[in-house]
């Protein structure tokens, strides 16, 4: 096994009264791809939101437990958020890029973080573009707004967006379940690509993906972690009926 | 089944039931009725502009598109002197609208740019930064402000505003260009506060989240992310707002002291458009100059405000064209 990234222990997550989250306690390894999997609410979105504080920005919730990433408390009160969110890189469900040019939303993260040197930024573009294997199908396309590439292709833009202000973890919510299999297989490819460097925590609904593309699986249902195990552990011989039922399709 | 067949069945059948002449009246009427509803304001409006136009254009026949500018004209010691007066009851009538429109101006302008500042401003802590609860209480508020009648705002800044800035000031003239530009960021505020507000709001939540989960501060994110996003939105609330800052009469009427000074003091009378035709078209005699003068005046208001609104649509259309900034 590798080095712990992320320590979990005890969390527990409310909405308002309603608790989403129970008694969650897991080790997340570095450099690798960790799979969040589970039916619709139950609770690994909210899970996945909780390791870089995206919750902080929902009203009513509360969370109890501790959360370490390299033995840092990141629930800590003096906690700089923002920095933490710098360390943590999130991509979203659906592409959200900002209305402006590619060029302009990779150097938005190094932009706000105060780097200003434009053959530096360039530099960044290039990099992360290249990382999130998209430079050679955008490099003439640079200044045309980012909203014109294709569904797929935005969506390997978020990637290098996140890539571009250098976390060491990567959070991808559903990455893939509104793009095509083609971008899909891409996608997937890039994850493989950047577990090297990265800490990779990966929610999605397709078990095939997570079967593919992961280290270790973890599988929710109803706000608790059933298991959590190697992949090919919990794909070929979970050791609990409810990942059986739900890995085979049984529900869900 | 044989086609001969299955075109007999017709006569029987509950679907050859005719639709009845009442039921067809009675729909149409209906249709016109809303359709004259819906074009009323439409042709209201064409007939307001035919008859404006049409008594405008008069004041061009009788007094000539220069003279609404200067007047040359002999001063005492007979050299001649151009003059921008608008004395149009004088003996020798002078109706240069310079005067006029710097009024309207030297009370548009300040006003925009403090509603400006203040509303954009409260825009912005409406919709990023109050708690949902309080906003939902706060927007109605500055929304009913904006519903006060404009002539008791210009009797309060009459009042006591001008008494309070008179008193802070000492301005030359107690009613002047600044207290008419206070009375009408009043009205201006709440329209621009309102529709920044409804700017911001419509910018997807997906992109504070992008912005956020890429490490940025809330401020970071409202003016790198959100304020450029809503940019046409925001831009078209301060046109709009300056719009109405233009047309606006009472306040000006009440505040500005109406004194047609051609000035670029902000502390001394001014006298605007508006009031202009407010003040003078109830005792001007119809069909005199100064009476098609006064339209020519609603000309001039209608054509500034027409292109105000132009390159605010502009601006928007660009905007979302492009959808980039």
């Known amino acids: 096994m590798k080095e712990i990234k992320i320590v979990v222990k005890d969390l527990n997550l409310f909405y308002g009264d309603k608790q989403a989250l129970k008694k969650i306690t897991m080790d997340i390894p570095d450099k690798r791809v960790t799979a969040f999997i589970g039916p619709s609410g139950c609770g690994k979105s909210t899970f996945l939101r909780v390791i870089n504080r995206m919750n902080d920005l929902i009203d009513h919730v509360k969370i109890d437990g501790e959360i370490y990433i390299d033995g840092v408390n990141i629930y800590d009160k003096s906690l700089d958020i923002v920095n933490l969110r710098k360390n943590v890189g999130m991509v979203f469900q659906k592409s959200n890029l900002f209305p402006k040019t590619v060029y302009e939303n990779i150097v938005y993260g190094p932009r706000i973080n105060g780097i200003k040197d434009k053959k530096v930024l360039d530099e960044i573009v290039e990099r992360t573009l290249n990382q999130a294997a998209i430079w050679e199908e955008v490099k003439d396309r640079l200044n045309e707004n980012a909203l014109s590439l294709s569904g797929g292709q935005q969506q390997r833009l978020c990637i290098a967006r996140a890539l571009a202000v250098e976390p060491e973890i990567i959070l991808m919510d559903e990455p893939a379940s509104a793009l095509d299999p083609l971008s899909t297989a891409k996608i997937e490819e890039l994850i493989h690509d950047l577990k090297k460097q990265y800490t990779i925590v990966i929610v999605t609904h397709n078990m095939q993906q997570a079967a593919r593309v992961s280290d270790q699986t973890a599988f929710f249902y109803l706000g608790e972690l059933i298991e959590y195990d190697r992949t090919t552990t919990i794909f070929t011989n979970p050791s609990k009926k409810q990942t059986e039922d739900y890995v085979t399709g049984r529900f869900g | ?325």
């Open chain 2, 1 to 325: 089944m044989e086609e001969k067949e299955f075109f007999q069945k017709a006569a029987d059948s509950k679907y050859a039931k005719k639709i009845g002449k009442h039921t067809r009246l009675k729909e149409s009427l209906i249709k016109i009725f809303f359709a004259v509803n819906g074009t009323m304001a439409l042709i209201f409006i064409i007939l307001i502009f035919v008859f404006l136009f049409k008594e405008g254009f008069k004041a061009l026949d009788h007094i000539g598109l220069l003279d609404f500018l200067y007047l040359d004209r002999p001063d005492a010691s007979g050299n001649i002197e151009r003059v921008f007066q608008w004395y149009p009851t004088s003996e020798e009538p002078r109706y240069s609208l310079i005067p006029l429109l710097i009024g309207t101006f030297l009370t548009a302008f300040p006003a925009t740019i403090i509603s400006t500042l203040l509303g954009v401003g409260a825009g912005i802590y409406l919709s990023e930064v109050a708690n949902p609860k309080f906003k939902e209480f706060l927007k109605p508020m500055i929304e009913l402000f904006a519903g006060i009648p404009t002539v008791v705002l210009g009797f309060i800044m009459l009042v006591v505003g001008a008494s309070f800035f008179n008193d802070l000031l000492h301005p030359a003239n107690r009613l002047n260009a600044f207290v008419a530009s206070i009375g009408l960021s009043f009205v201006i505020i709440p329209i621009i506060a309102s529709l920044t507000e409804d700017a911001l709001h419509s910018i997807p939540n997906d992109l504070r989240m992008a912005s956020y989960g890429l490490g940025a501060t809330k401020w970071q994110t409202i003016s790198k992310v959100i304020l450029p996003a809503a940019f046409s939105g925001v831009s078209a609330s301060i046109l709009l707002g300056f719009g109405r800052a233009i047309g606006e009469t009472m306040i000006v009427l009440m505040c500005a002291g109406n004194a047609a000074n051609l000035t670029s003091n902000i502390f001394l009378s001014v006298r605007t458009m508006t009031a202009t035709i407010a003040a003078e078209m109830g005792e001007v005699s119809q069909g005199s100059d100064h009476y098609y003068s006064l339209f020519f005046i609603g000309i001039v208001l209608f054509t500034i405000t027409f292109f105000l609104n132009l390159i605010a649509e502009i601006i928007i259309n660009r905007m979302r064209k492009k959808n980039t900034f």
